[in-house]
């Protein structure tokens, strides 16, 4: 397997794993942003998944989300696994750093 196809395959399951899981929690309206500041994930990500996830329809010039609960519980089975559950993370051995800019670090 090549590691870089691995990685990228992850990043997609673990993206659409957060949006999914906001959005089964979800009742009423909810935005890109919404997510965003749930999840801390950047909105262009959140858009890219729900244009993967096909929950994303365009209408009279506007972007909005369009997720069926039905929808959204079926594509959460899928990416939560026969467990049905996600892998738990234990926040105390989460470290968070900001991104520095510096040379080479950003191009």
């Known amino acids: 397997f090549d590691p870089a196809v691995v990685l990228l395959r992850a990043a997609v399951v673990w993206a659409a794993a957060q949006v999914l899981d906001v959005l089964r929690d979800c009742r009423g309206d909810i935005s890109v942003q919404d997510i965003s500041d749930r999840t801390m994930m950047m909105p262009s ?49 989460l470290h968070w750093q900001p991104l520095t800019a510096g040379p080479g670090r950003l191009k």
Do not use: F, M
């Open 45 to 93: 990500d959140i858009l890219e998944t729900l244009k993967q996830l096909n929950l994303l329809q365009y209408w009279k010039g506007s972007h909005y989300i369009a997720a069926n609960p039905k929808v959204v519980e079926e594509y959460w089975r899928i990416y939560s696994g026969a467990g049905g559950r996600w892998l738990e993370v234990d926040l105390k051995c």
